[in-house]
């Protein structure tokens, strides 16, 4: 019985997902079901178990939420992120439309802008692009997927998209690791994804279809708006990389700086040193990309835009970090459930290869799909089976960096069935239905997920990280 709840909670929680209620008030809803259908008191249940878990999480990961959504709000307010992507698009035209799409997307994604800014700034050059092309616009949505939700969000090293970041807590890596096997992955599924949509670019072409009649979300930018020029515009993701970069590689923390904490024995401490650097780099990163944006942009801010703006930054980031926050919650609850026991001795006797990769890739694909959420489904997995996973690799001397990187890149490969909000707000951006475009975006999803396991074996016949 125990089991079945397990499993008619996470069915529920899915399906509630898919129909858009909100997962901020079902997550403890149907946490609660599988508590009670184990036995367990509910209310100890919620505040004891979930609430605890859920709290630690927006401990360690709200200031990066906070100064990311921020960031990307003032980048697209000050028309920074738009200047980047209208500079590159030019750039390389119409001949290269899916290219300039996809490299816009991930040059944003890559410098710190959040996934859901990137949809807004990009799509309106990116249609107008598509329109004078005659490239059919159902192909759009996935053009910006494959830019914006693959490689620069969990493969390419250094990414501080918070996909990357959430394994340091757990494994004591920074968002460096392993990184020839994330640039081979990273490359390999743009370069992949890119020749797919030509395929079908070209097999459309054939069969005489163009760019479609379509009425929603159709306006053009002007041609007379004034935006930054790219050299000015791209100099705040610049910073945030670099500083980044310098933070957690070159800079030598003071290693008693949380002796003093840990000695008042508060409750959520940091248990070394390593398990917060790379967030308090990508903090340092983020304020002073943040502040040069605002410096570069300030005469398009207008009077009373920049209060606006980091309101708006700053209340955007709430809803994000509690609807992570709650799917861990969740999972808190159902990793402490008797019948929990059993799928997890499944899921950990999953051991092709001989080490835990496998086991990791599957149980954190599988949850990042059920959840529709990449960060919400691998902080599960993570905070579930993280230390069994690293206890394994030590036991046969494999390096947690690429538990990181296959952690990272798993998260990114069925998240996006659906019910994934991003996919949601995209097709709404571009006017869209998941009949029109979601196939496509269904092929990066695979693509994505396979890649996970390319690199698993790579690394096992190499030894490359």
């Known amino acids: 019985m125990e089991v079945v709840g397990i499993i008619l909670s996470l069915f529920l929680l899915m399906f509630f997902a898919y129909r858009g209620f909100s997962v901020i008030l079902f997550a403890p809803v149907f946490a609660l079901l599988a508590a009670s259908m184990s036995g367990l008191p509910l209310m100890p249940a919620y505040t004891e178990l979930f609430m605890a878990k859920a709290v630690t999480y927006i401990k360690s990961f709200f200031p990066v939420f906070l100064l990311g959504a921020v960031f990307g709000k003032i980048m697209e307010d000050t028309g920074l992120a738009k200047g980047i992507a209208h500079s590159i698009m030019k750039t390389l035209g119409k001949e290269r439309a899916i290219l300039a799409v996809v490299l816009a997307g991930a040059a944003l994604t890559y410098g710190g802008v959040s996934l859901f800014v990137v949809v807004f700034a990009v799509y309106p050059f990116a249609s107008a692009l598509f329109k004078e092309a005659d490239i059919p616009k159902r192909l759009l949505p996935a053009a910006i997927a494959l830019g914006a939700f693959t490689a620069t969000m969990d493969c390419l090293p250094g990414t501080p998209q918070i996909q990357n970041l959430i394994p340091t807590n757990f494994f004591g890596t920074n968002i460096y690791a392993a990184p020839i096997l994330g640039l081979i992955g990273g490359i390999s599924i743009f370069t992949l994804g890119v020749m797919w949509l030509e395929r079908r670019r070209k097999q459309a072409a054939n069969n005489g279809e163009g760019y479609g009649v379509h009425t929603l979300n159709e306006a053009e930018p002007s041609a007379s708006i004034k935006l930054p020029s790219i050299q000015v515009a791209i100099l705040p993701l610049l910073t945030v990389l670099v500083v980044n970069y310098v933070m957690t590689q070159v800079f030598t923390w003071d290693p008693n700086m949380l002796a003093p904490f840990q000695a008042m024995k508060l409750p959520l401490t940091a248990p070394a040193l390593k398990n917060v650097i790379s967030i308090w780099s990508l903090i340092i990163a983020l304020v002073c990309g943040i502040l040069l944006a605002i410096a570069l942009g300030f005469n398009n801010l207008g009077k009373g835009l920049l209060a606006k703006s980091l309101n708006a930054g700053a209340i955007g980031s709430l809803l994000a970090i509690m609807n992570t926050a709650s799917e861990v919650g969740y999972g808190n609850v159902i990793s402490s459930l008797s019948g929990f026991k059993h799928i997890s001795n499944a899921l950990m006797s999953i051991k092709v290869g001989g080490s835990p990769l496998v086991s990791e890739a599957v149980t954190v694909n599988i949850l990042a799909g059920v959840t529709g959420s990449a960060s919400g489904g691998m902080s599960i997995a993570l905070d579930l089976m993280a230390k069994d996973w690293l206890a394994w690799a030590n036991s046969i001397g494999m390096s947690p960096e690429i538990l990181h990187r296959v952690a990272s890149m798993a998260s990114g490969g069925m998240d996006t069935?659906?019910?994934?909000?991003?996919?949601?707000?995209?097709?709404?951006?571009?006017?869209?239905?998941?009949?029109?475009?979601?196939?496509?975006?269904?092929?990066?999803?695979?693509?994505?997920?396979?890649?996970?396991?390319?690199?698993?074996?790579?690394?096992?016949?190499?030894?490359?990280?």
């Open 417 to 465: 069935l659906p019910h994934n909000g991003a996919v949601i707000t995209l097709l709404a951006v571009c006017g869209l239905t998941h009949k029109d475009s979601y196939g496509d975006i269904f092929v990066l999803t695979v693509l994505k997920t396979l890649m996970v396991f390319v690199i698993i074996l790579l690394h096992a016949t190499t030894g490359i990280l």
